[in-house]
């Protein structure tokens, strides 16, 4: 990364706390990962404002102070075992593994963005990360579950029963709930007894998840 690069950098962070985010973990991982790698070329310029981007197949990477909301909610720990829905751009994949995951899965419906993530990924990184196709709301996505953190990169009218399941005791999940501009952002505990909690935060802005893999992108 050049000098300017880095500066850069430090000043989109410190635009971010003046935005309100507060959260020193998440700042520094922000600052360490550069927002346009992922960004697609023609957007890149557009990375370090606080706005969403265009993906490939009808897909959005989320405003950064949504990005750190979510993330800040999600309170991941170092060593956590993480199961995050929609890949997307891989950006927050890798702003996941600088906060201290110790292994993800992440699950994206569109084979193309899938393999951008990849490509775009540092290959230590590619080590922890394990990107797979398919639909990450099909039960089948979280295998035996045990993670301690789930992370839905996207809004759901309700949040499926066997998502909460896939959750270790005192596991943590955050995501967006509701629909349109009505969504807000939700975090569901597991107690050591198995039993959930489930509270809403602030409205999100988030794009909608769509069930299915798609076969055609």
Not at 1 to 29: C, H, N, P, Q, Y
Not at 58 to 71: D, H, N
Request: hydrophobic share 45%; glycine share 12%.
């Amino acid at each position: 990364m050049t000098l300017e690069g880095s500066v850069e950098d430090a000043a989109f962070v410190m635009a971010l706390r003046g935005l309100g985010v507060r959260d020193t973990d998440t700042l520094r991982a922000m600052e360490r990962v550069p927002r346009a790698r992922f960004a697609p070329r023609e957007h890149r310029d557009l990375a370090r404002r606080d706005i969403a981007l265009p993906l490939p197949c009808g897909q959005t990477m989320s405003a950064p102070t949504v990005v750190a909301a979510m993330l800040t909610a999600l309170k991941v720990r170092p060593g956590a075992r993480i199961l995050e829905i929609g890949t997307g751009s891989g950006y927050v994949t890798t702003l996941l593994i600088r906060l201290g995951a110790a292994s993800i899965l992440s699950v994206e419906r569109y084979a193309t963005l899938a393999e951008d993530a990849v490509s775009a990924l540092d290959p230590e990184d590619r080590v922890v990360a394990r990107v797979e196709v398919g639909d990450g709301l099909d039960p089948a996505s979280s295998g035996e579950g045990g993670f301690d953190r789930i992370l839905v990169n996207g809004t759901l009218p309700a949040l499926p029963v066997h998502l909460a399941a896939a959750l270790a005791p005192g596991g943590r999940l955050v995501g967006g709930l509701g629909q349109g501009a009505g969504s807000r952002l939700v975090v569901v505990e597991r107690d050591r007894d198995g039993g959930t909690t489930e509270a809403l935060g602030d409205p999100l802005r988030l794009a909608p998840l769509t069930h299915g893999r798609a076969f055609i992108l």
